[in-house]
């Protein structure tokens, strides 16, 4: 199954994080999303929930806590889903496509 990396970096673009990541799914592709430094902000939004399902959510733990957010639960990430770059990094060699946003 090809792998979609899907990196966000703005809080801005939900919308076409969404979309991306549903129709990538549709055609079967596996979807891993790494959200750093404003796009750790997206779990607050209310449709974030519209990610459920992906493969593969995660926030840059450092990025997270800078954004004031420590000790807040993001909706849809696991505890494996707090990481580091280097999980951003291993992402990315791990991925067949990826995308900034």
């Known amino acids: 199954m090809p792998i979609l990396g899907i990196m966000v970096s703005t809080d801005k673009h939900l919308d076409h994080l969404i979309g991306l990541a549903k129709a990538a799914k549709a055609k079967g592709h596996e979807v891993r999303v790494f959200l750093t430094n404003k796009g750790v902000l ?3 939004q209310p449709r974030f929930l519209e990610l459920e399902g992906m493969d593969d959510l995660a926030v840059c733990n450092v990025g ?6 420590k000790g807040v639960k993001a909706p849809l990430i696991n505890e494996k889903g707090y990481a580091t770059q280097t999980r951003h990094g291993e992402m990315i060699e ?3 496509a990826y995308i900034n946003l």
Do not use: R, S, V
């Not at 997270?64 to 957010?69: F, I, K, S």
């Open 94 to 96: 791990e991925c067949d």
């Open 64 to 69: 997270y806590e800078a954004a004031g957010l």
């Open 42 to 44: 997206l779990p607050q």
